[in-house]
Protein backbone atom coordinates (compact mmCIF):
# COMPACT_ATOMS: atom_id res chain seq x y z
CA UNK A 1 0.00 0.00 0.00
CA UNK A 2 1.41 3.40 -0.58
CA UNK A 3 0.31 7.01 0.54
CA UNK A 4 -1.88 7.95 -2.87
CA UNK A 5 -3.65 4.58 -2.13
CA UNK A 6 -4.20 4.80 1.31
CA UNK A 7 -5.08 8.14 1.58
CA UNK A 8 -7.77 8.04 -1.21
CA UNK A 9 -9.80 5.16 0.81
CA UNK A 10 -9.22 6.94 4.11
CA UNK A 11 -11.02 10.38 2.60
CA UNK A 12 -13.45 8.52 0.49
CA UNK A 13 -14.53 7.02 4.10
CA UNK A 14 -14.67 10.29 6.12
CA UNK A 15 -16.80 12.07 3.36
CA UNK A 16 -19.29 9.11 3.04
CA UNK A 17 -19.58 8.08 6.54
CA UNK A 18 -22.79 8.90 8.23
CA UNK A 19 -21.16 8.91 11.12
CA UNK A 20 -19.20 12.37 10.22
CA UNK A 21 -22.88 13.78 10.99
CA UNK A 22 -24.74 14.84 14.01
CA UNK A 23 -27.03 11.76 15.08
CA UNK A 24 -30.61 13.07 16.88
CA UNK A 25 -29.44 13.98 20.33
CA UNK A 26 -32.80 14.63 22.07
CA UNK A 27 -31.69 17.20 24.53
CA UNK A 28 -30.48 19.72 21.65
CA UNK A 29 -32.48 21.61 19.30
CA UNK A 30 -33.69 19.06 16.41
CA UNK A 31 -32.12 21.36 13.58
CA UNK A 32 -28.63 19.90 15.03
CA UNK A 33 -29.36 17.03 13.19
CA UNK A 34 -27.38 16.23 10.02
CA UNK A 35 -24.66 18.49 11.29
CA UNK A 36 -21.31 17.61 9.44
CA UNK A 37 -18.78 17.32 12.28
CA UNK A 38 -15.39 17.07 9.72
CA UNK A 39 -13.94 18.67 6.58
CA UNK A 40 -11.18 16.68 4.56
CA UNK A 41 -8.31 15.43 6.65
CA UNK A 42 -4.68 16.49 6.54
CA UNK A 43 -2.54 13.35 6.70
CA UNK A 44 1.44 13.06 8.46
CA UNK A 45 3.93 10.36 8.78
CA UNK A 46 6.75 10.09 10.98
CA UNK A 47 9.09 7.32 11.35
CA UNK A 48 9.28 5.57 14.64
CA UNK A 49 13.08 5.78 13.89
CA UNK A 50 12.30 9.65 14.84
CA UNK A 51 14.03 10.62 17.58
CA UNK A 52 11.60 12.98 18.94
CA UNK A 53 9.52 10.41 20.31
CA UNK A 54 12.27 9.24 22.77
CA UNK A 55 12.61 12.77 23.91
CA UNK A 56 8.63 12.97 24.23
CA UNK A 57 10.14 10.88 27.82
CA UNK A 58 11.16 14.14 28.88
CA UNK A 59 9.75 15.31 31.97
CA UNK A 60 9.26 18.87 30.32
CA UNK A 61 7.69 17.03 27.30
CA UNK A 62 5.15 14.60 28.73
CA UNK A 63 7.29 12.08 30.66
CA UNK A 64 8.81 8.56 31.74
CA UNK A 65 5.29 7.00 31.58
CA UNK A 66 4.97 8.39 27.93
CA UNK A 67 5.09 4.84 25.12
CA UNK A 68 7.40 5.23 22.22
CA UNK A 69 6.09 3.88 18.94
CA UNK A 70 7.86 1.00 19.70
CA UNK A 71 7.25 0.01 23.05
CA UNK A 72 3.29 0.17 21.38
CA UNK A 73 4.27 -2.01 18.22
CA UNK A 74 6.69 -4.36 18.09
CA UNK A 75 8.33 -3.89 14.74
CA UNK A 76 6.60 -0.41 13.90
CA UNK A 77 7.90 1.48 11.38
CA UNK A 78 6.02 4.48 10.55
CA UNK A 79 3.41 6.74 12.34
CA UNK A 80 0.37 8.01 10.55
CA UNK A 81 -1.29 11.04 11.67
CA UNK A 82 -4.34 12.81 11.20
CA UNK A 83 -5.66 15.89 11.86
CA UNK A 84 -9.62 16.56 11.31
CA UNK A 85 -10.72 20.15 10.98
CA UNK A 86 -13.95 21.23 12.36
CA UNK A 87 -16.22 22.45 9.67
CA UNK A 88 -16.75 25.80 9.28
CA UNK A 89 -20.91 25.85 10.68
CA UNK A 90 -19.28 24.48 14.10
CA UNK A 91 -16.80 27.10 14.17
CA UNK A 92 -18.80 30.15 13.65
CA UNK A 93 -21.73 28.59 16.15
CA UNK A 94 -18.74 28.29 18.91
CA UNK A 95 -17.68 31.81 18.17
CA UNK A 96 -20.91 33.09 18.81
CA UNK A 97 -21.20 33.15 23.16
CA UNK A 98 -17.32 33.28 24.32
CA UNK A 99 -18.84 32.38 27.69
CA UNK A 100 -20.38 28.82 26.70
CA UNK A 101 -19.90 26.49 24.19
CA UNK A 102 -22.14 26.18 21.51
CA UNK A 103 -24.62 23.41 20.85
CA UNK A 104 -22.91 22.17 17.58
CA UNK A 105 -19.50 22.02 19.43
CA UNK A 106 -20.68 20.04 22.43
CA UNK A 107 -22.21 17.77 19.63
CA UNK A 108 -19.46 17.14 17.32
CA UNK A 109 -16.56 16.96 20.35
CA UNK A 110 -18.50 13.84 21.53
CA UNK A 111 -19.74 12.77 18.59
CA UNK A 112 -17.11 13.59 16.80
CA UNK A 113 -14.56 11.33 19.16
CA UNK A 114 -16.91 8.58 18.69
CA UNK A 115 -16.28 8.43 14.61
CA UNK A 116 -12.66 9.33 15.17
CA UNK A 117 -12.45 6.02 17.25
CA UNK A 118 -14.47 3.76 13.58
CA UNK A 119 -12.12 5.69 11.63
CA UNK A 120 -9.34 4.38 13.84
CA UNK A 121 -10.52 0.77 13.61
CA UNK A 122 -11.01 1.28 9.75
CA UNK A 123 -7.04 2.07 9.52
CA UNK A 124 -5.83 -0.80 11.41
CA UNK A 125 -8.29 -3.29 9.49
CA UNK A 126 -6.56 -1.31 6.18
CA UNK A 127 -3.23 -2.03 7.01
CA UNK A 128 -3.84 -5.63 8.33
CA UNK A 129 -5.65 -6.54 5.19
CA UNK A 130 -2.36 -5.87 3.30
CA UNK A 131 -0.39 -7.80 5.58
CA UNK A 132 1.31 -5.36 8.11
CA UNK A 133 0.65 -5.02 11.39
CA UNK A 134 -1.33 -1.59 12.75
CA UNK A 135 -2.71 -0.43 16.03
CA UNK A 136 -3.79 2.96 17.01
CA UNK A 137 -3.37 3.98 20.97
CA UNK A 138 -6.73 5.97 20.87
CA UNK A 139 -8.37 3.17 21.20
CA UNK A 140 -5.39 0.20 22.51
CA UNK A 141 -6.32 -0.87 26.15
CA UNK A 142 -3.22 0.60 27.41
CA UNK A 143 -3.88 4.25 26.55
CA UNK A 144 -4.41 5.69 30.11
CA UNK A 145 -2.74 8.63 32.61
CA UNK A 146 0.44 9.15 33.69
CA UNK A 147 2.29 11.28 36.82
CA UNK A 148 0.90 14.56 37.70
CA UNK A 149 2.22 17.72 37.40
CA UNK A 150 1.83 20.70 39.61
CA UNK A 151 -0.31 23.28 37.38
CA UNK A 152 -0.97 26.45 39.82
CA UNK A 153 -0.03 28.09 43.59
CA UNK A 154 -3.00 26.30 45.16
CA UNK A 155 -0.94 22.85 44.46
CA UNK A 156 -3.87 21.37 41.58
CA UNK A 157 -2.42 18.53 39.47
CA UNK A 158 -3.58 16.69 36.34
CA UNK A 159 -2.24 13.69 34.80
CA UNK A 160 -0.57 13.38 30.99
CA UNK A 161 -1.57 10.44 28.72
CA UNK A 162 0.87 7.78 27.88
CA UNK A 163 0.48 8.76 24.29
CA UNK A 164 0.00 12.02 22.86
CA UNK A 165 -1.67 13.00 19.57
CA UNK A 166 -0.56 16.06 19.13
CA UNK A 167 3.12 15.61 19.83
CA UNK A 168 2.89 12.35 16.95
CA UNK A 169 1.66 15.19 14.95
CA UNK A 170 4.30 17.91 15.72
CA UNK A 171 6.59 15.09 14.60
CA UNK A 172 4.82 14.01 11.60
CA UNK A 173 4.89 17.52 10.13
CA UNK A 174 1.37 18.85 10.75
CA UNK A 175 2.13 21.86 12.89
CA UNK A 176 3.61 23.44 15.76
CA UNK A 177 2.46 24.28 19.49
CA UNK A 178 0.32 27.52 20.09
CA UNK A 179 -0.12 29.18 23.49
CA UNK A 180 -3.23 27.55 23.99
CA UNK A 181 -1.08 24.31 23.49
CA UNK A 182 -3.05 23.07 20.70
CA UNK A 183 -1.19 22.31 17.50
CA UNK A 184 -1.51 24.92 14.82
CA UNK A 185 -1.74 22.76 11.06
CA UNK A 186 -2.28 24.73 7.53
CA UNK A 187 -5.71 23.87 8.22
CA UNK A 188 -5.63 25.92 11.54
CA UNK A 189 -6.20 24.65 15.34
CA UNK A 190 -10.33 24.15 15.77
CA UNK A 191 -10.32 19.96 15.03
CA UNK A 192 -9.09 16.73 16.36
CA UNK A 193 -6.03 14.64 16.03
CA UNK A 194 -5.67 10.60 15.51
CA UNK A 195 -2.98 8.31 14.88
CA UNK A 196 -1.97 5.08 13.67
CA UNK A 197 1.08 3.03 14.28
CA UNK A 198 2.18 0.26 11.85
CA UNK A 199 5.13 -1.65 10.56
CA UNK A 200 4.25 -0.36 6.79
CA UNK A 201 6.71 1.35 5.60
CA UNK A 202 5.78 4.84 4.66
CA UNK A 203 8.22 7.89 3.97
CA UNK A 204 8.20 10.37 6.53
CA UNK A 205 7.32 13.62 5.79
CA UNK A 206 9.69 16.33 6.18
CA UNK A 207 8.99 19.15 9.12
CA UNK A 208 9.32 22.56 7.92
CA UNK A 209 9.76 23.99 11.37
CA UNK A 210 12.36 23.95 13.46
CA UNK A 211 11.18 25.59 16.62
CA UNK A 212 7.98 24.30 18.71
CA UNK A 213 6.66 27.23 18.29
CA UNK A 214 6.93 28.27 14.95
CA UNK A 215 3.26 28.90 13.68
CA UNK A 216 2.44 30.50 16.66
CA UNK A 217 2.44 34.46 16.28
CA UNK A 218 1.78 34.79 20.13
CA UNK A 219 -1.13 37.17 19.63
CA UNK A 220 -2.92 36.47 22.95
CA UNK A 221 -6.43 36.23 21.48
CA UNK A 222 -6.90 32.55 22.56
CA UNK A 223 -5.98 34.21 26.29
CA UNK A 224 -8.16 36.53 25.92
CA UNK A 225 -11.02 34.26 24.41
CA UNK A 226 -10.88 31.91 27.65
CA UNK A 227 -13.95 31.92 29.69
CA UNK A 228 -11.36 31.03 32.91
CA UNK A 229 -8.54 32.78 31.80
CA UNK A 230 -6.94 29.53 31.88
CA UNK A 231 -3.90 30.46 29.46
CA UNK A 232 -1.63 33.72 30.28
CA UNK A 233 -0.25 35.86 27.77
CA UNK A 234 2.87 37.24 29.97
CA UNK A 235 3.79 33.89 31.31
CA UNK A 236 3.36 31.99 27.82
CA UNK A 237 1.92 28.77 30.05
CA UNK A 238 -1.58 27.41 29.92
CA UNK A 239 -2.68 26.25 33.88
CA UNK A 240 -4.85 22.94 33.12
CA UNK A 241 -6.79 23.08 36.59
CA UNK A 242 -9.20 25.69 35.68
CA UNK A 243 -9.61 24.66 32.24
CA UNK A 244 -10.41 21.39 33.49
CA UNK A 245 -12.79 22.61 35.92
CA UNK A 246 -14.83 24.19 33.02
CA UNK A 247 -14.83 21.06 31.01
CA UNK A 248 -16.66 19.62 34.19
CA UNK A 249 -18.76 22.21 34.59
CA UNK A 250 -20.64 22.11 30.85
CA UNK A 251 -20.57 18.18 31.49
CA UNK A 252 -22.24 18.71 34.50
CA UNK A 253 -24.79 20.48 32.56
CA UNK A 254 -25.35 18.61 29.12
CA UNK A 255 -24.27 15.01 30.27
CA UNK A 256 -22.73 13.22 28.94
CA UNK A 257 -21.59 16.48 26.07
CA UNK A 258 -18.93 18.58 26.95
CA UNK A 259 -16.89 21.11 25.58
CA UNK A 260 -14.99 24.24 25.24
CA UNK A 261 -12.83 25.27 22.39
CA UNK A 262 -13.17 28.75 22.99
CA UNK A 263 -9.57 28.90 22.41
CA UNK A 264 -9.49 27.61 19.01
CA UNK A 265 -12.46 29.81 17.80
CA UNK A 266 -11.69 33.98 16.66
CA UNK A 267 -8.14 33.52 16.54
CA UNK A 268 -6.03 34.33 13.17
CA UNK A 269 -5.30 30.18 13.29
CA UNK A 270 -8.79 28.74 13.77
CA UNK A 271 -8.34 27.49 10.03
CA UNK A 272 -5.00 28.46 8.81
CA UNK A 273 -1.35 28.87 10.06
CA UNK A 274 -0.59 32.26 10.74
CA UNK A 275 2.96 31.99 10.16
CA UNK A 276 3.71 30.70 6.88
Request: proline share 6%; charged share 25%; aromatic share 10%.
Amino acid sequence: MNKKDFEKALGEYIKSSPDNFVKKAPAFPSEMEGLRIFDEPLIGYASAEDPYFLEAKNPDIIGAHYITPKEWLAGARTIICIFLPFTEQIRTANSQNMAWPADEWLLARIEGQAFQNKICHKMESMLKDTGFSALSPMIDSRIGRGSSLVTDKTDQKYHTSNWSERHAAYAAGLGTFGLSRGLITQKGTAGRYLSIITTAVFEPDKRSYTGIYDYCNFCGLCALNCPVKAISIEEKTKKHYPCSVFLDSTKEKHDPYYGCGKCQVKVPCESKAPNI
